[in-house]
């Protein structure tokens, strides 16, 4: 059995990329699962999701906490110790990160010992598909590393984006953009060992007391020491020269991090602001430009 986790941030597509895994592998006649496991459903919080794949029906459910695989599709998330998207990795697994740095840089960096592939499909999202949504060039990536064949790809892509849109020319899009990354990925083999999870195949996932479920502050991931604002693609940049000060993009910033400076015009606080852009769309006098944000290591 092959098992592949996937880290996100909400909004970024991990859920339907690990659907599009699940279902070209189910194309090809194998057995699969997927299913996502969100935390608090924000964008831009992190997710995660799985998929398992199988030529026998499977019967282990459950979290996948030894995967053969990991996807992250925002670097971040390996700083993030919530995510802590690195755990238990099998030997002979591998971590493919989204990042325009090399494989050999983002393995020094982030200290990952399992072999790393990289490729920067946000930047390929924006270029393709004019939109940081991954979900499709992220199962792209997966089903080549999981070694699915591209016409598996071709149809799952089909199957599912055309569930979720309506238009018919960013469905074909969709196709271009997982074939595109398909192949930018050089086949590898997955080294892993079958193993069953510890214990029984059906894994306990206990419901959560009381104390953790309740909304009181209980790790420094909820914390005002956590910094929304590093997963950022785009931010927003005022034209003050534009701006008429009517405060509507005070009142709609959803993290309310717009405040007025002393000569009465709005700015954001970069740590947290969350690259929504809700700002640059509700500004009557279009004073707020989106402007690209590119992670500096
Ligand atoms: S993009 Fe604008 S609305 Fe969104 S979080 Fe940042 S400041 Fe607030
Ligand atoms: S919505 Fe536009 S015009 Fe109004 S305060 Fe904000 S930037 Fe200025």
Redesign the pocket.
């Known amino acids: 059995m092959l098992r592949v986790r996937f880290h996100g941030r909400g909004g970024q597509g991990a859920k339907v990329a690990s659907r599009v895994l699940g279902t070209a592998a189910f194309i090809e006649g194998c057995y699969a699962q997927d299913f996502p496991l969100y935390g608090a459903e924000r964008r831009g919080a992190p997710i995660a999701a799985f998929t398992r794949i199988s030529p026998k029906p499977i019967l282990e459910r459950g979290v996948i906490s030894e995967p053969d695989i990991v996807i992250i599709l925002d670097e971040t998330l390996l700083d993030d110790p919530i995510a802590n998207p690195l755990s238990g990795i099998k030997e002979g697994g591998i971590v493919f990160i989204n990042t325009a740095h090399s494989p050999a840089e983002a393995k020094d960096k982030f200290k990952v010992t399992k072999q790393v592939i990289t490729l920067d499909i946000t930047k390929i999202g924006l270029d393709m598909l004019g939109l940081p949504v991954l979900s499709t060039l992220a199962g792209g990536v997966a089903s080549r590393i999981a070694g699915l064949k591209e016409d598996s790809l071709r149809n799952a892509v089909e199957k599912e984006a055309s569930e979720i849109l309506t238009d018919k020319s960013l469905v074909t899009k969709n196709v271009e953009a997982a074939l595109y990354c398909f192949h930018a990925v050089q086949p590898v083999k997955v080294k892993t060992t079958e193993t069953i999870q510890k214990g029984s195949p059906v894994i306990d996932v206990p419901f959560e007391p009381a104390v953790i479920s309740s909304p009181t502050i209980n790790t420094t991931g909820n914390t005002l020491l956590r910094k929304t604002g590093n997963w950022r693609v785009f931010k927003p940049v005022?034209n003050y020269e534009a701006?008429?000060?009517?405060?509507?993009?005070?009142a709609r910033c959803p993290d309310g991090c717009i405040a007025v400076n002393e000569d009465g015009f709005?700015y954001t606080d970069y740590d947290n602001c969350k690259g929504c852009m809700i700002c640059v769309e509700?500004?009557?006098?279009k004073?707020?430009e989106k402007v690209r944000d590119v992670h500096a290591w």
């Open positions: 005022w701006c008429t000060k009517c405060m509507t993009c005070v709005p509700e500004c009557p006098v004073a707020i």
